[in-house]
């Protein structure tokens, strides 16, 4: 079975600082991972994902993720953070062996301060 | 944004009654999804399709059924509510499972008394 582990349910930076959210993932296949962004009264929007191309995986807003499978990790990050990005974050991970069925982190709430 | 909405947007019930939730989409997707939404638990899989007729359980999938009898629908419906069925409900669609987007509708807030 596969899990994801979201460290840290509130971050808080500064505005213009580096973001970094953090997801580690456990599956003893090989990983389709997500991240997702939800602002409040909304549904979840896709940021970005990793599908076994690049390692490296840009998305909309500046943010970017790196697939590290040594440390089993998909870390979040923006080098340059902005109001507009207080959300909660979710990391998400798919395998094939279960249907395709996500599993999802129970998320990370990111308060930028002026 | 993809073209998912959900009614109704907001219910509140008594214990033992049944409900309802509906999920309409209209972009053809195959998939589609049901998820309950916790304070610190993230989103849950309760049951997802993969093509009208076909449906399958997710992780919390008990006192909840579903039905899918058109591409564009997907029902949940909760037998006789219970107070820990008090949640966010959101349904999603994809066009296909492992690696494609999943899209979300707005969610759907239910209260049971």
């Known amino acids: 079975a596969q899990s994801v582990t979201q460290l840290g349910s509130h971050v808080s930076v500064s505005e213009g600082a580096l973001v970094l959210l953090r997801c580690n993932y456990s599956?003893?296949?090989?990983?389709?991972l997500f991240w997702y962004v939800q602002y409040p009264n909304q549904g979840l929007q896709l940021l970005l994902k990793y599908t076994s191309a690049a390692t490296l995986v840009k998305g909309i807003n500046g943010f970017e993720a790196e697939f590290k499978k040594s440390e089993t990790s998909f870390h979040l990050t923006k080098p340059s953070a902005h109001m507009s990005d207080a959300a909660e974050y979710f990391c998400?991970?798919?395998?094939?062996?279960?249907?395709?069925?996500?599993?999802f982190g129970d998320g990370t709430t990111l308060t930028v301060k002026p | 944004d993809a073209g998912i909405t959900q009614s109704p947007r907001h219910k509140v019930t008594e214990t033992g009654t049944p409900v309802t939730l509906r999920c309409h989409q209209t972009e053809n997707h195959r998939y589609m999804y049901w998820y309950r939404q916790d304070p610190g638990h993230g989103l849950r899989l309760i049951h997802y399709s993969y093509g009208v007729k076909d449906t399958d359980k997710g992780e919390v999938s008990d006192g909840y059924s579903v039905s899918r009898s058109k591409t564009e629908d997907f029902l949940l419906t909760l037998e006789s509510a219970t107070s820990s069925q008090t949640s966010v409900y959101f349904c999603?669609?994809?066009?296909?499972?492992?690696?494609?987007?999943?899209?979300f509708g707005p969610g759907t807030r239910l209260t049971v008394l």
């Open positions: 999603a669609i994809s066009e296909g499972a492992l690696t494609d987007t999943q899209y």
């Open positions: 998400a991970v798919r395998v094939n062996t279960n249907a395709g069925k996500s599993t």
């Open positions: 599956s003893s296949v090989p990983p389709y």
